[in-house]
């Protein structure tokens, strides 16, 4: 009987859903997005919304649970529509280490212009951000911008 009730047990986990974690907002109101990597993890912290044609200022926050995890690397903004994906603003990265027994913390700016200096509209944009570990795995992570 116990073994008929543990085999259960195992069989309704594996049918459960897995809900996504919830943005969890700072003392600042700005949203704390964490994403996991294979060795920790890596929050972005954004603002609910931006102000259209001012700069945007996203801090990545590199949190190894072991060895070190080194970022952003090759920031970029993409715009998604019906003609696909593209690439508005590649950013110029700032890349810091972090390690297990130190967090870190890096800025990214956009302007809110495209590579060629245009003013972009107001929208939802994608902020495109790569993670390298101390075992070589890169890992891509990224938060929706929305300019209003």
Known sequence: ???LFVVAALVLAGCSTRVAPTPAPSSSGDLVLPNTVPNGRVE????PSYANGKDVTVTVRLIPSTGTLRGPLEPY???SGFAGTQI???L???PVTATAAKAADA????D?????????PADDYS???AVLDDQGRRTTVGATLTLR
């Open 127 to 129: 902020l495109v951000i």
């Open 44 to 47: 972005l912290v954004i603002k």
């Open 1 to 3: 009987m116990r073994v």
């Open 77 to 79: 903004v993409q715009a």
């Open 88 to 90: 508005v603003k590649h």
């Open 107 to 110: 800025q990214l700016l956009w």
């Open 92 to 94: 110029a990265p700032l």
């Open 112 to 120: 809110t212009t495209d590579d060629a200096g245009r003013a972009v």
